[in-house]
């Protein structure tokens, strides 16, 4: 039994590392509709877009963005996450007159920067077992370029989005094992 404890507990900290303390976000407006075809808001994510699929990322569609709008961010994380906010995938430099991104696509002007995991790019949902997690596709319009290092940690990288954000949307999918 204290094997099966050991494994278990071993298995929560290799699906939970690298999250952050919880995030203050700075208030912003949300005139941004941001959804998938994959999923609808409120709803499960399906696995192939998760860590039991073939973790990449889904299709996502906004509107809304402001006219003044520079450039807009993408933010995906996980609220629920055991040690606070894990970041799964950030990006920035997407085109505003943008509005989608195609699964498992990143168009060729926009920037990817490191997750929570330390890893440039999209990794999917990857909850420990128990409750359903809440995952936050966010979709940023800012005034000015995100002044962010390609190297930047996940919470540097959204402080910098936030600080030059103006306005966002938001998607909120469900995962569970």
Known sequence: ???????GLA???ACSSGGGAPRTERALPEPITVSSPAFAAGAAIPPRFTCDGDNRSPPLRWSGVPASTVEAALVVD???APRGTYVHWVVVGLDPSSTELAEGAVPPDARQLPNSAGK??????????G???HYRFTVYALQRRAEVGADASPDAAIAAIEAAATARGRLIGTFGR
Do not use: K, Q, S
């Open 131 to 133: 409750p359903a997690h």
């Open 120 to 129: 440039v790019g999209y990794t999917g949902p990857c909850p420990p077992g």
């Open 78 to 80: 996980d609220p629920d």
């Open 1 to 7: 039994m204290r094997w099966l404890l050991v494994l």
């Open 11 to 13: 298995g929560l900290a």
